[in-house]
């Protein structure tokens, strides 16, 4: 990892820094089960952290961007696809918490995919009824949603506090 970021240019401070925080990404975890590779997840986390960094940086060394997209391929990285996997386990929550009549129409709609006229058939109301549940239930589920990234938010930079605080 530390030659990957030396042939990148990337000063050996740094690349201990970046190092060290995706250790403490990788122990904040409360389940590894769903890394099928290990070096290839601690890869993608270390990138994505130095793409963080570069892009909050005032002047980026087009190398460095150049070696990281080198890396970059079509198939989402091991990070992207539990990142995929929580957000929709977190979606479904989310839908499970609406409502009983609005979680119901979501559900057909957003999940199962039916229109809203087979909808309205099947729960005998109105399309219009349906469209409006369907706007409430994504109206919660965007507040719920922007509450826990508020909170995520908040949890990661108290962990990063400490993080540096330890390092």
């Not at 030659?3 to 409360?30: K, V």
């Not at 979606?91 to 129409?105: G, M, S």
């Not at 469209?131 to 949890?155: F, P, S």
Request: aromatic share 6%.
């Amino acid at each position: 990892m530390r030659a990957w970021l030396a042939r990148g240019r990337i000063p050996a401070a740094d690349a201990d820094e970046l190092i060290q925080e995706a250790y403490c990404r990788l122990a904040m975890l409360r389940e590894v089960d769903h890394i099928d590779s290990p070096y290839a997840y601690f890869h993608s986390i270390v990138r994505n952290l130095l793409l963080r960094r570069l892009k909050r940086q005032q002047v980026i060394s087009f190398e460095a961007i150049a070696e990281i997209d080198a890396f970059e391929d079509d198939r989402p990285s091991p990070e992207q696809i539990a990142a995929g996997k929580l957000a929709y386990r977190k979606l479904l929550v989310l839908i499970a918490d609406l409502p009983e009549r609005c979680r119901r129409v979501v559900e057909l709609r957003k999940i199962e995919g039916w229109s809203q006229k087979q909808i309205s058939d099947h729960l005998g109301i109105t399309e219009k009824a349906v469209a409006k549940q369907i706007w409430l239930g994504l109206k919660l589920i965007r507040a719920a949603w922007r509450v826990a990234e508020e909170q995520a938010d908040t949890e990661m930079s108290v962990a990063e506090q400490i993080a540096r605080g330890l390092g």
